[in-house]
């Protein structure tokens, strides 16, 4: 999924729209459904003025815009609005380099959010509710966005008992940070280890959310991907239902039959 999001990092072509899943179904892709209702900004109309005054040729203009996208799947048919930046502006063909003018958005807002990442079945609800958030805030706000990944690992290490605080020498309970609690699941097992491992990269972006002003879509995207390796290892029994699987088979010589009466 976040491979597919990552085509929305920047500018999009409006009539080039990659195909993302629905996010109601999950089945079928998101599609333009009409044009895009703009509003130009100050600048862009004092260009076109002068364009159709005569007194300019024509050049990009910027805005704001929004349009309705539609689910292809006509079972669902769930429609989807996107907001954000605009610009109509020259689009060259990359292999016979004819030129047009086009519509560009740059995403802003999507609803419903696309999820960043397929949560397994057994996730629990309130790091689900994290990443859901996670979703709706990636184009707005990505630091803030990377801020809920960090709080679906918070919410995670709650599922696995891991504690969250201590009594010091002091006799005073203090409160463990992420990457304290992180640890501490490290060492609980073996197997646990490079779990850890993937969530504090995760928290790492996180916490760059907290104190820096510089993370962008792609960053909190990756970070997400990360999230979602861990979450597969925890809660999807896919792959080890699937070593067993072929373990069966060559312990069998072949696939397992029924036996006949």
């Not at 862009?44 to 539609?70: H, I, M, W, Y």
């Not at 463990?176 to 504090?200: C, F, G, K």
């Amino acid at each position: 999924m976040t491979n597919r999001l990552s085509k929305l990092a920047g500018w999009v072509l409006h009539d080039s729209w990659p195909p993302l899943p629905c996010p109601e179904c999950g089945e079928g892709v998101i599609r333009p459904d009409g044009p895009l209702t703009t509003i130009r900004d100050p600048a862009s109309e004092k260009l076109l003025a002068r364009v159709n005054s005569g007194l300019d040729g024509p050049g990009e203009l910027t805005g704001t815009c929004s349009g309705v996208f539609q689910c292809s799947d006509p079972g669902c048919a769930r429609r989807v609005l996107i907001s954000g930046d605009w610009s109509h502006d020259i689009d060259e063909h990359p292999h016979t380099y004819a030129t047009r003018w086009a519509d560009y958005i740059r995403v802003r807002y999507i609803a419903p959010a696309i999820p960043i990442i397929t949560t397994p079945a057994k996730t629990p609800d309130k790091a689900r509710a994290a990443i859901n958030a996670a979703s709706e805030l990636l184009w707005l706000n990505p630091n803030a966005a990377a801020n809920h990944l960090r709080q679906a690992i918070e919410e995670l290490l709650n599922s696995k008992g891991v504690k969250r605080s201590e009594i010091t020498k002091q006799k005073k309970r203090r409160q463990l940070s992420t990457h304290q609690r992180i640890e501490l699941y490290r060492t609980t097992s073996p197997a646990n280890v490079p779990i850890a491992d993937t969530l504090e990269a995760v928290k790492w972006i996180g916490n760059s959310g907290s104190h820096q002003a510089t993370l962008t879509i792609t960053d909190v995207l990756e970070g997400a991907e990360l999230l979602e390796s861990a979450l597969k290892e925890l809660y999807d029994t896919t792959a080890s239902a699937r070593r067993a699987r072929v373990k069966q088979i060559n312990k069998g010589r072949g696939l397992p039959r029924a036996k006949t009466t």
